[in-house]
């Protein structure tokens, strides 16, 4: 399904493009390379298409805004959904003061 909908200006048309619960993909159609940085940053939306729509690449994300979907396929980024980060930092040197102690603790 596409919509079509008459617009005055980008404002305008930015306004009817985000007023919906969902925000999966859209596209711009303009031979002006300024106006497609401007509406396709403001769109919220997850995937933008200037002057073309549908292609996907697997190395790139794919997922929505709003209530599209969760998170993302395809790509690092959905990796990221099943990574649980941990920082662990370790002394194998095996001194029990160290150089900055007298910095935080008093002698």
């Not at 939306?45 to 200037?50: A, H, P, Y």
């Not at 990574?83 to 002698?107: A, C, F, N, P």
Request: net charge negative; hydrophobic share 45%.
């Amino acid at each position: 399904m596409v919509t079509v909908n008459r617009f005055s200006d980008e404002a305008e048309a930015i306004a009817l493009a985000n007023d919906v619960p969902y925000g999966l993909a859209g596209s711009v159609w303009t031979l002006n390379v300024q106006r497609a940085m401007r509406m396709s940053a403001a769109m919220a939306c997850g995937t933008v298409w200037v002057n073309d729509h549908l292609p996907l690449a697997s190395e790139l994300p794919h997922g929505g805004f709003k209530q599209s979907g969760i998170g993302k396929d395809m790509s690092y980024y959905a990796l990221e959904e099943f990574t649980l980060v941990k920082h662990i930092m370790m002394d194998i040197t095996g001194d029990q003061r160290k150089g900055w102690h007298s910095v935080v603790l008093e002698d």
